[in-house]
Each structure stands twice: as structure tokens, then as C-alpha cells.
């Protein structure tokens, strides 16, 4: 189980063109560096062909493999980790350059923390799994520093699929089934009265001392039918964004991911998570662009907040990592990306002994950039004041190789279509001098490219 199989493949600036071969395959699933159309991205991670899939609802998760179907209401993360001994034991290959090498591939949605948080489980949406999670014994890797691209297979792929998918990678690539087109406006679950509300109370319990800071998100949606990778394909080019994920449910259900953050990186013994807190839009000029980077670095408000989630984030990498290890290696640094600028600060430790990759996700999760701090008592108020699940929103998108390297967006900037309708989520952090109207633009300025992109004749944004 330990040997790989390790075969060279043309290298394509678009990692798209490769998926566009696979996406007919069952299970296929694409974790996109969008290098095409930016330049901080490095990797690119497809696959396709599950050994086993995993599928949470609730308090129940699902396991499918060639065994049959089980069912389990055990810790979703236990049972990733389980299904991995069983199907692709650990291995070490120090000789391969890849990240990947077999592993787990999906997204950990954000209703998954409610069980850490002492939440009742919510009911179940008729959306996706609050987990989809496949275990793959093989991957499409591009490397776009070194202009690479290999696939690797484990031993647990056996000759006739390893045959399949090279012969799939052969093949034409086929153009999206149909154009995925909006058929009617988008709507939201907190429209500016209902957020005033909740921002108000909010500010009450800031004021009561319960919380620093509270995540607060509205809902958009849409009604729409299509192909959701023609969506995935128009949107991708306006957000370039490195750590975006095109991942496809069942019966025309779809994640599509396109953040900017990275929420926990495990390579050898480094842990590293870089979150985000604080958003501008990018100017129409360079001089105005400019105006608006120096705004962001000089704001109290924005910077406060990034130093609350870097003080719990360090707590939390703390449960996982060599006493006196953690350590801010920037705080609160400008990055800019295709619509906006932000503030990000990079954490770091070293792995303690005898602890996994997969512990120190579950450990973390969710994200304190999406919850707010203290994290528990965040996410209650959230559930109080959200009338809706979060879905895969807010949770993590990434790959877990057998090998453990790990490496997980935080599921911000992302869009579910459920088979009839679309649905993006715009959030962000409330502190005690937030100004109730700014914050709520800022929900709305954080993903209106992806709003637009979609758009098919459909003027504005209105609430119910």
C-alpha cells in the first residue's frame, strides 16, 4: 500500500482544461490554485474515482464503499480518519515531490462545529451534506512554480482504473452541458431591517461582556438551473483567487469555492493557518487603488479585529502543537486580490508528538475568522441570530494525503447550488465601535463579483 506510481502529464497554465477530462468520472473533484488568472497559487489537486465517500446530515453521517453503505452518528472528523486507516493506511515517501498522495478530498461544512460548541444538531437542509468527503487512492497534481504536472497513484488503484483514467485524461475535453443562468432575482435572509436588528443585539451582548467580536452573515439566493461548472468557469477568471474548489454533489449539486484564505496548512511537522480580518475594495485607478490599501493598513477598527482572531487562533493551534512553538509570523500584512484588499496575519507552531493532521483541523474548526471570539459563545449567538444553516459556507475545503500534509481554505467566498437554486453568504465581524450600516455593506461588498458573474438580467439584489 505504501508504493506509489508516479506518471508525467503535459503541464497546463489552466488546471481547468485537465478537469474538464475527469469531471464526467464518478466523484471527481477539483482544488484549484486559479494560476491562469493570478499568481499567488501553487498547487493544483484533482481527482476522481472514490475508494469511499462519507456524507454527514445532521448528527448522521453516511459511509459508501465497494462494501456496501454503513451509517454512523459518531465524530464526522473519527470517521474520516477511519475510513482512511481502512482504505489507504498511512505512508511516507520522502522521495516525492507532490503534497498529495493519496488522501481525503471534500469540504467540512460549518454545522459540523456545532457539535464542539454544545448546539443541538440543526435539521437538515435540503442543500448538500454538511460533509462530503471522498477518500481517493490517486491525484492529478500541477505544480505551477516548477511548471509540472504527474498524476500519482497509490497500490490501492488497481490497472483497470488506473487505464480509465488515462484514458479519460486523453480524451476531448466536453464543454459544460448547459449555461447555468439565474431565473430570478437574489433574495436575502436578513434583509438591512432584520441585520439591524441582530447587529443591535449584537452590541448588546459586547456590551454585556459575552463576546470580543461576532461573525454575523446574511443569505442570498437565487433560483437557477444550468450546469454549475459553466458558473464555475465565469466566475473564477473575476476572483482569482488561490485556494478556490469546484466540488460536485449529486443530482447536479455543487460547492464552488473561491477564497482567499487559508484556514490550517500541516506539511511535516509546520502548522500554519493565516486568517483574515479586514476587507476594502480595490480602487479605479492606481492612485485611488493606493488611497484605499494605506485606509485599510491604518485602521484601528480593522486591525483590532485581526489581532482578537490571531489571539484565539494561536490558543487554538496551542492544543495541537509544541508548547512555546506558536508564534505570529505577520500580523495584520496587506494582500490584494482581484475586487478587494485585506489584512492578513500568518500563525505558525510546530506538531506535538503523536498528533495528526486530521486532530489539528478538528481541533480549530470551525474557523475563528467566521465565528468571532470567544468562539463558543460566538457561535451561539450566530445560531441565535441566523436564521439559516451556514451550509458549506464558512467551513473547510481541502485535502488531507495519507502521508499528512494537510492543507484547507476557509470556505468564504462560496457558492451551493442545491439543483434549483443558488446560494452565496456574505459576512463579517462585528466589534463594539462597528457602524451598523458599513458592516452591513461589507457583507455585500465581499461577494458581489460572484453575485454579478451569476447575474442573467437581474438588476439588484432585493429582500424579501
Known amino acids: 500500500m505504501g508504493e506509489l506510481s508516479i506518471v508525467s502529464l503535459p503541464y497546463r497554465t489552466d488546471g481547468c482544461d485537465h478537469f474538464a477530462r475527469l469531471r464526467p468520472l464518478p466523484g471527481a473533484v477539483l482544488l484549484d490554485s486559479v494560476r491562469a488568472h493570478g499568481s499567488s497559487g501553487r498547487f493544483d489537486v484533482l481527482s476522481a474515482l472514490p475508494l469511499c465517500e462519507l456524507r454527514s446530515y445532521g448528527a448522521l453521517t453516511t459511509i459508501r464503499s465497494a462494501a456496501g453503505l454503513t451509517r454512523s ?22 522521495a516525492c515531490p507532490w503534497p498529495f498522495q493519496g488522501g481525503a478530498i471534500g469540504w467540512f461544512g460549518y454545522e459540523l462545529g456545532r457539535r464542539h460548541a454544545g448546539l443541538p444538531p440543526r435539521a437538515p437542509t435540503p442543500m448538500v451534506a454538511d460533509l462530503h468527503v471522498g477518500v481517493y487512492g490517486w491525484a492529478l497534481l500541477q505544480d505551477h512554480q516548477r511548471r509540472t504536472a504527474a498524476a500519482v497513484f497509490s497500490a490501492a488503484i488497481d490497472a483497470a482504473t488506473r487505464r480509465r483514467v488515462l484514458a479519460a485524461l486523453e480524451s476531448a475535453a466536453p464543454a459544460p452541458a448547459t449555461p447555468f443562468v439565474l431565473d430570478g432575482e437574489f433574495r436575502s435572509n436578513l434583509d438591512a431591517c432584520a441585520y439591524a436588528r441582530a447587529f443591535d443585539r449584537v452590541q448588546r451582548y459586547l456590551r454585556d461582556g459575552d463576546c470580543y467580536q461576532v461573525n454575523l452573515a446574511q443569505r442570498l439566493s437565487a433560483p437557477a438551473h444550468g450546469d454549475p461548472w459553466d458558473a464555475y468557469l465565469r466566475l473564477r477568471a473575476r476572483t482569482a483567487s488561490p485556494f478556490s474548489a469546484f466540488l460536485p454533489g449529486d443530482d447536479g449539486t455543487a460547492v464552488l469555492s473561491f477564497s482567499p484564505e487559508r484556514f490550517v496548512r500541516v506539511h511535516g511537522t509546520r502548522v500554519e493557518t493565516r486568517p483574515i480580518k479586514g476587507t476594502t475594495r480595490r480602487g479605479a485607478t492606481p492612485e485611488a487603488d493606493r488611497d484605499h490599501a494605506r485606509a485599510l493598513l491604518a485602521s484601528t477598527k480593522d486591525r483590532a479585529e485581526n489581532v482578537m482572531i490571531v489571539d484565539l487562533m494561536r490558543n487554538d493551534l496551542a492544543r495541537s502543537c509544541r508548547t512555546g512553538s506558536v508564534r505570529v509570523e505577520k500580523l495584520c500584512a496587506l494582500e490584494s486580490y482581484a475586487n478587494v484588499h485585506h489584512l492578513v496575519s500568518v500563525v505558525s507552531g510546530t506538531l506535538a508528538p503523536k498528533t495528526s493532521a486530521l486532530e489539528v483541523l478538528a481541533r480549530c474548526f470551525p474557523g475563528g475568522s467566521i465565528t468571532g471570539a470567544p468562539k463558543i459563545r460566538a457561535m451561539q449567538i450566530i445560531d441565535e441570530l441566523e436564521p439559516d444553516s ?22 468564504i467566498r462560496t457558492l451551493v447550488h442545491d439543483g434549483a437554486a443558488v446560494h452565496a453568504w456574505g459576512g463579517g465581524g462585528i466589534v463594539a465601535d462597528s457602524d451598523r450600516d458599513a458592516e452591513y455593506r461589507e457583507t455585500l461588498l465581499k461577494i458581489e463579483p460572484l453575485l454579478e458573474g451569476l447575474r442573467s438580467g437581474v438588476p439588484r439584489i432585493r429582500s424579501p
Do not use: K, M
Open 73 to 94: 452518528d459518531a465524530d464526522p472528523f473519527g470517521l474520516v480518519a477511519q475510513a482512511l486507516d481502512e482504505h489507504l493506511p498511512p505512508a511516507r515517501d520522502a
Open 390 to 411: 451556514r451550509c458549506a459556507y464558512c467551513g473547510a475545503i481541502g485535502y488531507l494525503s495519507r502521508h499528512g500534509t494537510l492543507d484547507t481554505n476557509i470556505a
